[in-house]
Structures are given as structure tokens and as C-alpha cells.
């Protein structure tokens, strides 16, 4: 059964664009959810999409935005990147939403730099 | 919000030694504890959960235990090898039957096996 995908595994982006980051969960997977891992943050919850609604959104500005499509894929997107933004995007994904059974299931991460 | 405090941020052992690595929670609410490990260039990977109304949960050498009074968990792992050498880090969540938030994680701790 193959893993949760995060495309693209690297990227380069200078201060003001906007990214978009893709994730497809393990296949029968209906939830998807985000963190952003970072040297001196460490792991932190970004949002939590399930049947294309998002359920819990952690603490993060508006510039932090996500969407979940029919078949489970997620995007998340960050607008009018800062230096800070700079870190590993994590992926992952569960059978059921809100850890209410059964474990997440974590990407190899998508990593974000801002010059 | 949740907080949850991991000590130490390097732990080095001899192959064969046993590890013990400490989170404190502050959120009395918190009732799902992951322990994940996350080794170079990969995502974490959950390698043992325990829930609030258990007090220790084992995996062949991997043991966890919890103490809700004090709001404290920890990872033991015994007979360690070299394989055993990552990043682990300990999380947080609440769990209802309506959801559960994001996990809170700790900083990670570098556990070093020495040959």
C-alpha cells in the first residue's frame, strides 16, 4: 500500500509569492492534516480537512490556507511568504478524523525555503 | 492551548543500555499520548500510544507509561540498538467523540545509541 505523497519534496521561494503544496493521503484515507516542523518551533498543527470540510485549524495567520477535493487529495497554501515560513510542511493522514481511532500516518514533508 | 515540555533534547546510550525520555502535559484534558520517531529525511512514525485510562502500554522494547495526576508520560525503550538512533518526539491531544484537536507535540529529543 503505498504512503502518504507530498509533492513538490523541495522548494525555492523568495519573500512575497505564495505556494502551493500537495498531498495525497494513503489510498481509503478520508482525513488529511497539516504541520509545520521547524528547528526552534519543533511540530506544529496547521489544520485538519475531513470529507472536504477543515475541522480544527491550529494557530496560524490567515496567510495559512488549506482545501480538501472529492477523492481525499489536499493542498495547502501559503500566501505572501515571510522569512519564517521557511520550514518542513508535514502531511498526514488517518482512516478516521480526529485521532479518534487508529494512528496518523505522517509524509516525508514537503520542504519550504524563503529567501 | 496544550503545552507539553520533552526533556532531554539529546539522550546518548550505550547499545544495549536502556532510554528513557519525559514529557510533562499541562492541558488536564489531554487523554491520547503518541510517541513518534522520525529519522533523517523521513516523516514521524508513530511507535506506540497510550490513552488516558491506561497507566502503561508495552510493545516488545518499548514501554510507556503515564501518570495523570502529575500530568507526566514517558518512552522506555530497553536493549537498544543502533537502529534506535532518531529524533523522538512525545504529543498531546484531546480526544472526544466528536474530534479531537490537533496534536500538541514536545521539541524532540535526539537519542544517540554509542557502539
Not at chain 1, 485538519?48 to 487529495?73: A, D, I, L, V
Not at chain 1, 518542513?88 to 516525508?108: D, H, K, Q, R, V
Not at chain 2, 500510544?49 to 518499548?62: H, T
Request: aromatic content about 10%; some cysteine.
Amino acid at each position: 500500500k503505498a504512503g502518504v505523497t507530498q509533492t513538490p519534496r523541495y522548494l525555492i521561494k523568495t519573500r512575497g509569492q505564495q505556494v502551493t503544496l500537495s498531498c495525497s493521503p494513503i489510498s481509503g484515507h478520508r482525513s488529511v492534516s497539516w504541520y509545520q516542523q521547524t528547528p526552534g518551533q519543533g511540530l506544529q498543527f496547521l489544520f485538519e480537512y475531513f470529507s472536504e470540510t477543515q475541522r480544527n485549524k491550529g494557530n496560524f495567520p490567515g496567510r495559512f490556507s488549506g482545501r480538501q477535493f472529492s477523492n481525499s487529495r489536499s493542498e495547502m497554501n501559503v500566501s505572501t511568504l515571510e522569512l519564517g515560513d521557511s520550514a518542513l510542511y508535514l502531511c498526514a493522514s488517518s482512516y478516521y478524523p480526529g485521532l479518534a481511532t487508529g494512528e496518523l500516518f505522517f509524509g516525508e514533508g514537503s520542504r519550504l525555503t524563503v529567501l | 492551548g496544550e503545552n507539553v515540555e520533552q526533556h532531554p533534547s539529546t539522550l546518548s546510550v550505550q547499545e544495549g543500555d536502556s532510554a528513557v525520555i519525559k514529557c510533562t502535559y499541562s492541558d488536564s484534558a489531554s487523554n491520547y499520548f503518541p510517541w513518534y520517531k522520525q529519522e533523517l529525511g523521513k516523516g514521524p512514525q508513530l511507535i506506540i500510544d497510550i490513552r488516558s485510562n491506561v497507566g502503561e502500554k508495552k510493545d516488545q522494547r518499548i514501554a510507556v507509561t503515564l501518570n495523570k495526576t502529575a500530568k507526566h508520560f514517558s518512552l522506555h525503550i530497553t536493549e537498544t540498538q543502533p537502529e534506535d538512533s532518531a529524533v523522538y518526539f512525545c504529543a498531546a491531544s484531546t480526544v472526544t467523540g466528536g474530534g479531537a484537536d490537533g496534536l500538541t507535540f514536545g521539541k524532540g529529543t535526539h537519542l544517540i545509541i554509542q557502539p
